[in-house]
């Protein structure tokens, strides 16, 4: 059974750091990984999928990476802005089935 | 706007009575997911569609819930006899699986409050 963990579950950072995110899973036999981004309230929004295939993707300020060999993925942002406040969860097939398993999420502050 | 709509986005309900929620997917694609997000955890999956076919059901959709796709457009998502612990924001997604890439898009959600 597909498991995912989001380390930290909390941070809070100044504005204009760097940061990274962990993302852990134990199935590796994955098609994609996706990172979402989920609002107070809100619903969620795609910010990068990554396929297995790949070992980067990039938008904008964000990259996220892959290890699918050692079950990691991290999410970068750089410069981190107020706006970027938000929930972040990183979600995966379960078992190479479409239905996604998430993780619980680290919840971003970004204190100007 | 051509993203996913979920309606209503708030629903307040006692214990005992049914709900129902409807979701509209983004127009031809042909998957349709329900999850189940509670407050500090991600969403847990539910139940999906490719196009009218229900194809997996989560344990966690007990025999009080049931979902339908009719025409293979929009869903809807019954709740019966409501519990307290039905509270939660239920989630719809839609995608269109090409090869091995199914990204999803999800709609704003409907909380539900059971009182």
């Known amino acids: 059974k597909q498991e995912v963990t989001q380390i930290p579950a909390a941070l809070s950072v100044p504005e204009g750091e760097n940061l990274v995110l962990n993302c852990s899973f134990t199935d590796s036999a994955i098609y994609n990984l996706q990172w979402f981004r989920q609002d107070p309230g809100k619903g969620l929004t795609s910010l990068l999928l990554?396929?297995?295939?790949?070992r980067e993707q990039t938008s904008g300020r964000l990259n996220a990476s892959l290890d699918k060999s050692s079950g990691r993925s991290t999410l970068y942002i750089a410069a981190s802005q107020p706006g970027d406040s938000a929930t972040y969860l990183c979600?995966?097939?379960?078992?190479?089935?479409?239905?996604?398993?998430f993780g619980k999420g680290t919840r971003l502050s970004v204190i100007a | 706007d051509t993203g996913v709509s979920q309606d209503p986005r708030h629903k307040i309900t006692k214990r005992g009575q049914n709900v129902t929620f409807r979701c509209d997917p983004i127009s031809e694609h042909n998957r349709l997911y329900w999850y189940r997000q509670t407050l500090g955890q991600g969403p847990e999956f539910l139940t999906y569609f490719q196009n009218e076919a229900q194809l997996e059901k989560s344990r966690l959709l007990s025999d009080r819930f049931s979902a339908e796709r009719p025409k293979g457009s929009f869903s809807t998502l019954e709740i019966q006899r409501t519990e307290q612990g039905d509270s939660a924001m239920y989630l719809c997604?839609?995608?269109?699986?090409?090869?091995?890439?199914?990204?999803?898009?999800f709609g704003p959600g409907t909380r539900l409050t059971v009182l």
């Open positions: 997604a839609s995608s269109m699986r090409t090869g091995f890439t199914d990204t999803q898009y």
């Open positions: 990554i396929q297995s295939s790949q």
């Open positions: 979600a995966v097939p379960s078992s190479g089935n479409t239905p996604l398993v």
